[in-house]
């Protein structure tokens, strides 16, 4: 009895510009294949799994080869004996988790940028302020949309929108000794005091940490091969 390993490949990556495709919500739409292709960088690993295996088309993407690489991991663990739909849902549950606890997985990023400053014990005492607004820019200076920042120890967070803008508003109040605002990606990891003093904090620079992949994504689902 031969058992194959669900996987997920993509076979012949694609060269195409993903900057120069016309912009869509959610995806990309290629000229040259005439195809849209998903962004999957902003997804999960439970996301991208049950959308190409509910999928009745072939599914053109994007993502990371970390990504990749770790959504395979996850196809490798799945228990064999479980509903594959019941353990998508699990995975949904527990990938929050993940993310934030990456040192414990097995699969870890190869690189990891971080852009840090020490916090300087002679700042001026903060004022009362409501919110904090801020831009997160790539190292070309352009916006950075879906990254996802928390302030350490809060459960204070925010994405970015199309404009790498981004606004935390204090709802509960604020502890100011909480003064690191950290980036959860998994293309990029940075991090930044935050000033209490001005509502606007200063624009974060980020550079990418993994190298992209693009093309038709193939989904191979686990097999018990009967071998004669």
């Known amino acids: 009895m031969k058992n194959s390993q669900a996987q997920i490949t993509i076979a012949e990556p694609c060269s195409q510009n993903w900057d120069e495709m016309d912009k869509r919500e959610g995806f990309n739409f290629c000229q040259a294949c005439n195809k849209c292709v ?11 799994i049950k959308t190409l295996a509910s999928s009745s088309s072939e599914i053109c993407g994007r993502l990371t080869q970390n990504q990749l690489t770790q959504l395979n991991y996850h196809l490798v663990i799945a228990p064999a004996n479980r509903n594959w739909m019941k353990y998508l849902g699990v ?14 997985q097995a699969i870890k990023p190869s690189v990891v940028t971080t ?9 001026k005492k903060p004022f009362k302020i409501k919110k904090i607004t801020g831009r997160i820019l790539d190292a070309d200076k352009k916006p950075l949309e879906g990254i996802r920042l928390v302030i350490l120890n809060t459960r204070y967070y925010a994405v970015t929108d199309q404009d790498g803008k981004y606004e ?11 003064k690191a605002l950290s980036v959860k990606s998994i293309r990029y990891s940075a991090e930044m005091p935050i000033n209490y003093s001005a509502e606007k904090q200063q624009d974060l620079i980020l550079e990418k940490q993994d190298s992209m992949i693009m093309g038709k994504m193939i989904y191979t689902p686990k097999k018990n091969d009967a071998k004669l």
């Open 38 to 48: 998903i962004d999957f960088t902003g997804y999960s690993n439970a996301e991208i």
């Open 115 to 123: 852009v840090s400053k020490k916090l300087k014990s002679d700042e």
């Open 91 to 104: 995975l949904a549950i527990g990938v929050s988790i993940f993310a934030q606890s990456a040192s414990a």
């Open 168 to 178: 935390i508003r204090f709802t509960n109040g604020i502890d100011i000794k909480n």
